[in-house]
């Protein structure tokens, strides 16, 4: 079964520091979307992808966060200068006219 | 109000019981919905799609009803591997979102 990839599955970073977050939709997707989970709390939406551009974006997804298709099947999402609160669970989702699906995230703690 | 509504447990329901979670939704623009299944510290998962018309799948029924903007998802002769959180999730626009999630602990 076709899944989505995320790399790393954990990342630790000091506040202040700028990290990437990796991903490889399903390879026929062309919708990409990041989401965040903070721990004990929803899944969040922060940005919508397609067609090489943001298509939607949530209020959390300020200045500090940016997206790219770098090249033709990577997906990542980058957090310049990490705060404390910006550690939660980050994933990666692609869909089709069928359905989202969703990595198995990347674990980022700010310390 | 929130966009999507739901009750966030814990249900704590002995093992072959049938148990029902609700679920609201605000905006009347929803387009599509869905119940996925989140293990603790996993991603969340498709579970079922939910269609006016109501749909089945083994012990899992899932009903939606536009008038009153909800859904609901029954699971019956319920097992311990049915423990997890549940996710009432509607599609708007481009993209979808999440309810908070009901947890539900399956008793042996």
């Known amino acids: 079964e076709p899944e989505v990839t995320q790399t790393p599955s954990h990342q630790v970073t000091q506040m202040g520091q700028e990290v990437i977050l990796r991903c490889v939709p399903i390879s026929n997707h062309l919708y990409f979307y990041w989401y965040r989970q903070i721990l004990g709390q929803k899944v969040e939406f922060l940005v919508s992808?397609?067609?090489?551009?943001?298509?939607?974006k949530s209020e959390i997804f300020d200045d500090q966060f940016s997206v790219e298709r770098p090249d033709g099947s990577n997906f990542t999402l980058k957090i310049r200068s990490t705060k404390l609160e910006d550690s939660a669970m980050y994933f990666c989702?692609?869909?089709?006219?069928?359905?989202?699906?969703f990595g198995s995230g990347t674990r980022l703690t700010v310390v | 109000r929130k966009e999507v509504e739901q009750d966030p447990g814990p249900f704590n329901v002995p093992e072959g019981a049938t148990v029902a979670f609700n679920c609201t939704y605000s905006n009347s623009a929803s387009q599509s919905f869905f119940w996925y299944r989140q293990d603790c510290r996993k991603e969340p998962k498709l579970l079922m799609s939910v269609y006016s018309s109501g749909n089945e799948d083994g012990r899992f029924t899932a009903q939606l009803n536009r008038a009153s903007q909800y859904i609901s998802l029954l699971i019956r002769d319920s097992k311990l591997s049915d423990s997890a959180t549940y996710l009432c999730?509607?599609?708007?626009?481009?993209?979808?979102?999440f309810g908070k999630g009901t947890r539900l602990h399956i008793l042996p």
């Open positions: 992808f397609y067609n090489n551009e943001i298509s939607e």
């Open positions: 999730v509607v599609n708007r626009d481009d993209k979808i979102i």
């Open positions: 989702a692609s869909s089709d006219m069928y359905g989202y699906t």
